[in-house]
C-alpha cells in the first residue's frame, strides 16, 4: 500500500512554453502533498507543502508565479511549471501525507520526474 | 531549525564489505527519523525507520538503531552487494505533516 505515482515521468519541452506534473495517492488519501526539486548529486529541496482545498504554503525563494501548484482533491496534486526555461530543467519528486488518523509520520514520496527544457 | 548531517562520499567498497553510513542530526521534540534509498534515474524509496529512541530499523540487510544520547542513526550492512549502489539520505520528520528534513546524501558504490 501507500503508493504515490507521478505523470509523466520524464518530459522535454522548450523554452517559454508551460508543463504540468501530477502527483496521484493511488491507495490512499493525502490531505498534504509535498514538492521537492533535486539537482544533480544534490539533496532535495522542498518546494512548497500543498494542503488539499487551500493555497500551497511555498518555501523561501520558491516562485509561487512560476511553480503553480493545485491540490484539488485529496488523491491529486499538480506542480505547474510556467515559461519554463533551461535552468527550470531537474528532477522534480513529490510525497504525500495520508489523512489524520492513520499512524504515521511517513512520506510516501512518487518515483519522480525528470524535467529538460530546450 | 531541524537538521541533517551525514557523511560525505562517494563510498566506495567491494563486494561483501561492511557498511557503515553515519548519520546525526539536530531536532526539536522527539523526531521519527528515516533512510531512504535512491536507484539511479529513479525517485526516493524508504528503506527503514524508526520513531523513538532505541528502537532499530531494519530492512533488506540494512539496520539503523536510533540514539537519542548522541542524536544518531547511522546506516550498516554487514554484507554490501553490487545491487546495494545508490544514493542513501537520512532524514528526520518531527511530526504529524510537517515536512522531512534530508541530509545532502551518500552515494554508495559497490563494486564486484
Known amino acids: 500500500g501507500a503508493v504515490v505515482s507521478q505523470h509523466p515521468s520524464w518530459v522535454i519541452c522548450k523554452s517559454g512554453t508551460s508543463v504540468k506534473i501530477e502527483c496521484r495517492s493511488l491507495?490512499?488519501?493525502?490531505?498534504?502533498m509535498f514538492w521537492y526539486r533535486q539537482f544533480p548529486k544534490q539533496s532535495l529541496m522542498l518546494m512548497a507543502t500543498?494542503?488539499?482545498?487551500?493555497?500551497?504554503?511555498?518555501e523561501q525563494g520558491v516562485e509561487k508565479d512560476k511553480f503553480l501548484i493545485n491540490h484539488a482533491s485529496l488523491t491529486l496534486s499538480t506542480l505547474t511549471v510556467t515559461s519554463a526555461h533551461p535552468e527550470d530543467s531537474s528532477f522534480y519528486i513529490c510525497s504525500a501525507s495520508p489523512l489524520a488518523g492513520v499512524i504515521n509520520y511517513e512520506q510516501y514520496f512518487g518515483p519522480g520526474t525528470r524535467l529538460t527544457v530546450t | 531549525g531541524d537538521s541533517v548531517t551525514q557523511m560525505e562520499g562517494p563510498v566506495t567498497l567491494s563486494e561483501e564489505a561492511f557498511l557503515t553510513i553515519n548519520c546525526t542530526y539536530t531536532a526539536t521534540g522527539y523526531p521519527s527519523l528515516f533512510w531512504y534509498v535512491q536507484y539511479p534515474g529513479e525517485g526516493l524509496q524508504l528503506l527503514l525507520k524508526?520513531?523513538?529512541?532505541?528502537d532499530k530499523g531494519s530492512n533488506k540487510g540494512f539496520e539503523a538503531t536510533y540514539r537519542k544520547e548522541t542524536t544518531s542513526f547511522h546506516l550498516e550492512k554487514g554484507s554490501v552487494q553490487v545491487s546495494d549502489s545508490a544514493v542513501y539520505f537520512c532524514?528526520?520528520?518531527?511530526?504529524?505533516?510537517?515536512?522531512?528534513?534530508f541530509g545532502t546524501g551518500t552515494k554508495l558504490q559497490v563494486i564486484p
Open positions: 491507495d490512499f488519501q493525502a490531505t498534504t
Open positions: 532524514a528526520l520528520n518531527s511530526g504529524g505533516y510537517q515536512k522531512v528534513t
Open positions: 524508526a520513531t523513538k529512541a532505541d
Open positions: 500543498s494542503n488539499e482545498g487551500s493555497k500551497a504554503t511555498y
